[in-house]
């Protein structure tokens, strides 16, 4: 599966985004998703998790109440709904699938479990 990840860009703290992530190339619906990100100097973070269905969802505590995860496999695209930005959330965010055959219902919480990655896109957030 290819992923396009798509919404990147410069907002002041206190503003929203929504980052997008168009897959393509094989069913959608039976991929894991997730949102990770990577700020200058550290290491890739977990963001969020959505099973295939879209019932099950996982945030990290770091963006918990903030950031919400959602998926429309009609359209084969995961979303990232970001609001209450902060300077600190500036990073690469990237797009990730991890295959679930069996649609499991679970989400996943370890970057091993993902297969393909989109390309990132950025995030920067000003004070």
């Known amino acids: 599966v290819q992923l396009q990840a798509s919404g990147g860009g410069l907002v002041r703290a206190g503003g929203s985004l929504r980052l997008s992530c168009a897959a393509s190339?094989?069913?959608?619906?039976?991929?894991?998703m997730g949102w990770f990100r990577q700020a200058p100097g550290k290491e890739r973070e977990l963001l969020a998790g959505?099973?295939?269905?879209?019932?099950?969802?996982y945030v990290s505590d770091s963006v918990k109440g903030r950031f919400t995860i959602f998926r429309d496999n009609a359209k084969n695209t995961v979303y990232l709904e970001m609001n209450s930005l902060k300077p600190e959330d500036t990073a690469v965010y990237y797009c990730?699938?991890?295959?679930?055959?069996?649609?499991?219902?679970?989400?996943?919480?370890?970057?091993?479990?993902?297969?393909?990655w989109g390309q990132g896109t950025l995030v920067t957030v000003s004070s």
């Open positions: 990730a699938a991890g295959r679930d055959p069996y649609n499991s219902g679970n989400h996943y919480p370890y970057e091993f479990e993902y297969d393909y």
């Open positions: 190339g094989d069913t959608f619906s039976s991929f894991v």
């Open positions: 959505i099973s295939t269905k879209g019932n099950n969802a």
